[in-house]
């Protein structure tokens, strides 16, 4: 998982250093700055920073550095032990001077690190690419397109999403320019720290948006039940001229599973970033689903145990998610071994709490196929017509005409519905 956060956490401190750098050159001549650095070194090394501005810069700019990796070492203690963060937090807190020395002489080591991580993920995932015979993103588009085709009424959506997303980023680099240009003219210390606190609460700000500027794409899959329709917005919303980057790529390997095409899911998710541990458990889920549809138990098993180690933290929400995720992956086991009556009562219970067309498509084709397999006619046309009402352009819809079509033509269904019948028959008289 660290891999993952090691190219954001580079740029993180290759940012604080310019920031560190560009504050403090630009605040050289401000009193209350310089006040404050002469109340704090020695004269003689206050008259060399006096002389070269740059050296202060320089060492602010590494000052920044340390802060910010005294929080990324915070972050990562959390991951490993809540103890050590506990005594690590009280330290920083305690005695700040030597929480950033620590920071600082540690800089190294983290570059170094996060260098490592960042290149050997790359190179991981490109073996893997290799291994499954493809180079990126476009043959993956490309082997889509042998089967299936872009639907054109999806990629007006696909646009607007794209043209929110370079709103925001364009905001974003305003902000930046914006705060490195008030901090040049202001030359004030505290009006400074003030434009900072906000730059960095306006980005997360814009950050949070960006983020949601995917959900009417999501919608044409989770409501409308169209995975051909989701999956072209999503190559529109990443084509660049005659290329293609996936974005979503979980959204993008579940429109793959429900169109039928879990080889795609699967090489879809090699470069999932498992970054945090949401992400870790979205990716365990789908890969769950994605060794079932390939009828790989052994698989399965892997990614329950993946998921029975994440460390999903003390809070409610996650570890309720948690539990649903493990429920699913055990369930599907459960499938693969035969143990129908259990999976027929777990998706009748999802089923009841489910909130979307395309949840309650799933639980309504697994309640027929197991009802099918049981010779339970009667509950399989029932639910398999429900997948019909439903499911619009899922690979559901096309098995369910045929199972149907199978049960129209069996003798049994007329003799099940018989017998449904005469209870009824006797209590009437």
Known sequence: MWKYKCRSQLLSLILAFVAGFAMTFFLNSDEMFLEMMEGTLPNEVMSIFVSNPWIIGVSSGIGFMGLLNVFLLISLISVANTGLLLMFALIAIMMPDYAIMIGVLAIPVTLVLNIYGWVSLRMTEKKNLAKANIKGDDDIVRAFLEHHQLDPKYEAIANEAKASVKKINFALVLGLIAEFCALFFFQNLIISMILVFFCVMGIQYLQRIRAASLNNISAILINECNPEGCLSALIYFGKKGNHYKLKNRALCAQCLIYLNEPELAQQVLIEFPKSNVTNVMAYDSLMGYIYYMLKDEEGLNRVKNEM??????????????????????????????????????????????????????????????????????????????????????????????NYLSKIENSPLLEHQQEEMNQPMNNQMF
């Open 308 to 401: 029975e180690s994440v460390r999903a933290g003390t809070g409610s929400m996650m570890m309720m998610i948690k539990t649903e995720e493990l429920g699913a992956i055990q369930n599907r086991i459960s499938l693969m071994k035969g143990d129908f009556n259990t999976c027929k009562k777990y998706y009748l219970n999802l089923l009841k709490r489910s909130v979307s067309n395309l949840q309650r498509s799933d639980c309504s084709y697994y309640i027929a196929l197991i009802s099918f397999v049981q010779e339970d006619y009667v509950v399989a046309k029932m639910y398999f017509e429900k997948v019909l009402q439903t499911g619009n352009k899922l690979y559901f819809v096309n098995n369910a005409k």
